[in-house]
């Protein structure tokens, strides 16, 4: 979706409801953090999910100076340290993430590396709050695979320093290079425990 229409928010916002998912709308980002800063309590543990949108938001900053735990394996200064903040981060009262795409019938739909930044999304942390900008909305499931596999896979690897062969040809060819971060791709449809994932819609264009 690259501009925001009101009445598909508002069907999109139906669509997470009846799949046990709490979606709502923020206008930008600013928005978005004060909403969160406000839900979650002082005394609670965070993980945060490596994401583009958080980084924009500084949300991990702000709960850290404020007193909050936070484990952001981004942070981390060894390879050790991220192991022990991702592993760590699946035992949080609240995980904070972005999402490569949700569709408008309610999916969301990732492709992770490792798997700590899914693991999470499905169990684990008590309450989960995905935040996506809105050029992460797709129509279908299918498209929303087809955007995460040609244009935020390529991306996401070679910020991440990785090389597989969709970074010079700019879309998958499904390789099985050793380089691949294509490991994982998960479909959310639905929770059990209502309300513990919320989907934060924000009307800017953020991340990839
Ligand atoms: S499967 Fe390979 S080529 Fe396709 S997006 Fe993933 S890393 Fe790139």
Sequence with gaps: ???????NIEYIIKKFEKRNIQASYFENLLETKNKILNMIPMQSSIGIGNSKTLKKMEISKELS??????????????????LMLKRKSL????????????????????????GNRVAAMLYGPKKVIIVVGINKITKTLEKAV?????????LNAKRAGFEPPCIEVNKCIDCFSDERVCNSLVTIEGQADKNRIKVFIVNQRIGF
Aim: overall charge positive; proline content about 2%.
């Design 91 to 114: 035992l949080t009262d609240w995980y904070i993430t972005g999402t490569n795409a949700i569709s408008m019938e309610g999916h969301i739909v990732n492709i992770d590396h490792s």
């Design 146 to 154: 087809n955007r995460i596999k040609n244009i935020a896979a390529p």
């Design 65 to 82: 100076e404020r007193g909050n735990q936070v484990l952001d394996k981004t942070k981390a200064k060894t390879k050790e340290e991220v």
């Design 1 to 7: 979706m690259n501009k925001i229409n009101y009445q």
